[in-house]
Every structure is written in structure tokens, then in C-alpha cells.
Nanobody, 125 residues
Framework: QVQLVESGGGLVQAGGSLRLSCAAS????????VGWFRQAPGKEREFVAA????????SYADSVKGRFTMSRDNAKNTVYLQMNSMKPEDTAVYYC??????????????????WGQGTQVTVSS
């Protein structure tokens, strides 16, 4: 079983920055993909970014390209989401998700097997 724990959420003013972390524990693998999703009140969960564990460039939603950067530290089994130039519309609960033994960068919620509990991000105007 794999556990994912997000941290780093909070309240930030528009234009500010936050860095989210997602630490994986339990049975981990050398291949797979980790994604970040977010869900605002009354809206569906949406894709933010994804990265493969083994290497390669991340994939981003158009709404965050140029502002958010996803990275990984395989030695720590942790991925990060650096969020800059934040906007009020970035307000949401942010979730990390993982699927192992997979080499592409899926953007569908249903493509991921493991989910964290989420961390709240609030951007004030």
C-alpha cells in the first residue's frame, strides 16, 4: 500500500508564492507518475501538473503554465509544486496522486490509483 501526504498549503496574497510537497511512503516503485490536481468549491477536480518518477519533463495545465513548476526528489520519495504569481482562481484543495508502473502523463482523475488527503490553498485578492 502507498500513502501520499501533502503539505505546504496556506493563505497567500495574489502575486505571492507557495510550495507544496507530497511525500510517498509504503511500497514505492521505480517507475510511475505523480500528479497534482485541485478542486475548488462547487467544481470538479482538475489536473494541474504531472511528472514521471523515472525522468522527463513535467506536463502542466494551460492555466498554470509559466507560473507553477513541478519537481521531484526520488531519494526522498517526494514531489513538489512551486506556485508563483498566484491568482485568486488558484484557490482550491490541492491533491497529489500516483500511479505506478506507468510511463505516460495522464490528466484524468481516474487514471491515478493513490491519492493524498489534500491541502488547502487560499489566494486572497
Amino acid at each position: 500500500q502507498v500513502q501520499l501526504v501533502e503539505s505546504g498549503g496556506g493563505l497567500v496574497q495574489a502575486g505571492g508564492s507557495l510550495r507544496l510537497s507530497c511525500a510517498a511512503s509504503g511500497r514505492t516503485f521505480s517507475t510511475g507518475v505523480v500528479g497534482w490536481f485541485r478542486q475548488a468549491p462547487g467544481k470538479e477536480r482538475e489536473f494541474v501538473a504531472a511528472i514521471t518518477i523515472s525522468g522527463g519533463s513535467p506536463s502542466y495545465a494551460d492555466s498554470v503554465k509559466g507560473r507553477f513548476t513541478m519537481s521531484r526528489d526520488n531519494a526522498k520519495n517526494t514531489v513538489y509544486l512551486q506556485m508563483n504569481s498566484m491568482k485568486p482562481e488558484d484557490t482550491a484543495v490541492y491533491y497529489c496522486a500516483a500511479r505506478y508502473g506507468f510511463s505516460s502523463l495522464p490528466q484524468r482523475v481516474g487514471s491515478y490509483d493513490y491519492w493524498g488527503q489534500g491541502t488547502q490553498v487560499t489566494v486572497s485578492s
